[in-house]
């Protein structure tokens, strides 16, 4: 079975500064890797995922992943935020085998402060 | 064109009712999917199908039976709800039941049990 941690519940940041929004992931087998966004009141949209290949993973709306096998990690990044990236991010992985289960993390919302 | 889309958007009923969420999406996708998030924004699957058959059912009451008459529906029906149904539920449906897919999520119905 599959585990997400999301290391922080919260995180606020000015806009225009960097973020970086952190994930692990426990498995005893290889997964794929996904981050979603949730925008208030609305459902859940795909930034990225990782599959195979390059680690570095580039999604939408500037954001990136890097996936780091030894450390088990998917940490998600933006070099320079705006209001409207204020969200829930939610880290999420699956088997790369049977029916598709997405277990998620926890969530982090990011807050964007002027 | 709104792709995955859920009604009710609210649901507000008293304990021991009966009642039913419905999904649709118009993507021709092959998989859909019922998600509930808590109060805590923590997301779990619930069930999955794909074309019309249930391939996940995760350990959920049988008070809650999904029902996918055709592949673009999946309808949720919940009987005797309790305190702890209080939710928002959400629908999503990806190309088929393969693991690397991208899932599409509805808005949502929130739903409270008084």
């Known amino acids: 079975a599959q585990s997400v941690t999301q290391l922080d519940s919260q995180v606020p940041v000015f806009e225009e500064a960097p973020v970086e929004l952190r994930c692990n992931y426990s498995s005893s087998v290889s997964v794929y890797l996904f981050w979603y966004v949730q925008y208030p009141n609305q459902g859940l949209q795909l930034l990225l995922k990782y599959l195979s290949g390059s680690t570095l993973v580039k999604g939408i709306n500037g954001f990136e992943a890097e996936f780091n096998k030894s450390q088990t990690s998917f940490h998600l990044r933006k070099p320079s935020v705006h209001i409207s990236d204020t969200a829930e991010y939610f880290c999420?992985?699956?088997?790369?085998?049977?029916?598709?289960?997405?277990?998620f993390g926890q969530g982090t919302r990011l807050t964007i402060n002027p | 064109d709104t792709a995955v889309s859920q009604t009710p958007k609210y649901l507000v009923t008293q304990m021991g009712n009966d009642k039913s969420i419905k999904c649709e999406q118009n993507?021709?996708?092959?998989?859909m999917y019922w998600y509930k998030q808590d109060s805590k924004k923590f997301l779990k699957i619930m069930f999955s199908y794909n074309n019309k058959e249930l391939i996940i059912n995760e350990t959920v009451p049988n008070r809650f039976s999904p029902k996918s008459p055709d592949k673009a529906h999946l309808n949720l029906h919940i009987n005797s709800l309790e305190l702890g149904d209080s939710a928002v539920y959400f629908c999503?449906?990806?190309?088929?039941?393969?693991?690397?897919?991208?899932?599409?999520f509805g808005p949502g119905t929130r739903l409270l049990v008084l």
């Open positions: 999420a992985v699956s088997d790369l085998q049977g029916a598709q289960k997405l277990v």
């Open positions: 999503a449906s990806s190309p088929a039941d393969k693991n690397q897919e991208t899932q599409y």
């Open positions: 993507l021709g996708h092959d998989t």
